[in-house]
């Protein structure tokens, strides 16, 4: 059973810190892509970053580069989403998501994430 465990949401001041972890059980961790959304209230879930450990692959969305990084820890199983500089327009539930190719079949339960002016 494919299972996807995030943590590490909370309330932060604008120009905080957070980083958010993704605990992965159920299938072979480097093989697939890890990847992180986020959906604010009234709007669409959208793509923040994934990652491919086995091809050294990560994508970010436009809104989120130079600000946003991630990474795994295949020894843990973990994929963890640093977000730095954070904006009030940050604000949403993050979910954590893995399929092939970043395109996502199972997700996480999600973690919200608030971010105050």
């Known amino acids: 059973e494919v299972q996807l465990v995030e943590s590490g949401g909370g309330l932060v001041q604008a120009g905080g810190s957070l980083r958010l972890s993704c605990g992965v059980s159920?299938?072979?961790?480097?093989?697939?892509?890890i990847g992180w959304f986020r959906q604010a209230p009234g709007k669409d879930r959208e793509g923040v970053a994934c990652i491919i450990s086995s091809e050294d692959y990560t994508y970010y969305a436009d809104s989120v580069k130079g600000r946003f990084t991630i990474s795994a820890d295949n020894a843990k199983n973990t994929v963890y989403l640093q977000m730095n500089s954070l904006k009030p327009e940050d604000t949403a539930v993050y979910y954590c998501?893995?399929?092939?190719?970043?395109?996502?079949?199972?997700w996480g339960q999600g973690t919200q994430v608030t971010v105050s002016s």
């Open positions: 159920g299938f072979i961790f480097d093989d697939y892509g």
């Open positions: 998501a893995a399929g092939s190719n970043c395109v996502p079949n199972n």
